[in-house]
């Protein structure tokens, strides 16, 4: 079914929203990911995102727009979270982008871990990496993320491809091999 007729679906049938909103979990999560980079935060706001999808739900006028409809809630969501964010209190909390951890090297070591990761991704372009973060951690098929990104699933399958070379390339043999380390 497509995001226009699931929406249309869930506006006429409340009980239809929870195939709606499992399909646009890992689309929102992904955008949040990308854009909050710290994996607890972005939990919590994708599910307040999806709140919201639920609640405005009867208030979407055309349902072929829920795609850019969802993509706004998403970063609103985002610019909310950066808004409301307390820096001094994220500083105190032992907080290492979204892992935490008890002795100080392996803090330091996560957060080392993490980084590298933000920077590989962020050298990929805005597509590809929603791809990636939509099929790694949303576990989402092709057809699906096809469907979110507006793309062929042969595109995604390049995309997703590509993407995993690209961080391959950028990432150090010890990121993905903890012996070499």
């Given at each position: 079914?497509?995001?226009?007729?699931?929406?249309?679906?869930?506006?006429?049938?409340?009980a239809a929203v929870e195939p709606l909103l499992c399909r646009a979990r890992p689309f929102v999560h992904a955008l949040i990911v990308d854009r909050v980079r710290q994996p607890e935060a972005a939990e919590d706001l994708t599910q307040e995102a999806l709140a919201d999808?639920?609640?405005?739900?009867?208030?979407?006028?055309?349902?072929?727009a829920v795609l850019p409809w969802l993509r706004q809630i998403a970063l609103n969501r985002c610019r909310m979270y950066w808004r409301r964010r307390d820096l001094q209190f994220e500083q105190l909390d032992d907080h290492a982008g979204g892992l935490r951890a008890h002795d100080a090297y392996t803090v330091t070591a996560?957060?080392?871990?993490?980084?590298?990761?933000?920077?590989?991704?962020?050298?990929?372009?805005?597509?590809?990496?929603?791809?990636?973060?939509?099929?790694?951690l949303g576990d989402t098929p092709y057809r699906e993320i096809a469907a979110?990104?507006?793309?062929?699933?042969?595109?995604?399958?390049?995309?997703?491809?590509?993407?995993?070379?690209?961080l391959r390339q950028l990432l150090p043999?010890?990121?993905?091999?903890?012996?070499?380390?």
């Open positions: 079914m497509s995001w226009p007729d699931l929406a249309r679906q869930a506006q006429r049938d409340p999808l639920a609640e405005g739900l009867p208030r979407l006028r055309d349902a072929e996560q957060r080392e871990r993490w980084r590298q990761l933000r920077r590989a991704l962020d050298e990929l372009s805005e597509p590809s990496r929603l791809a990636l973060l939509m099929h790694v979110a990104l507006g793309e062929t699933e042969v595109a995604v399958r390049v995309r997703v491809h590509r993407a995993r070379q690209r043999p010890s990121f993905y091999d903890p012996e070499a380390r």
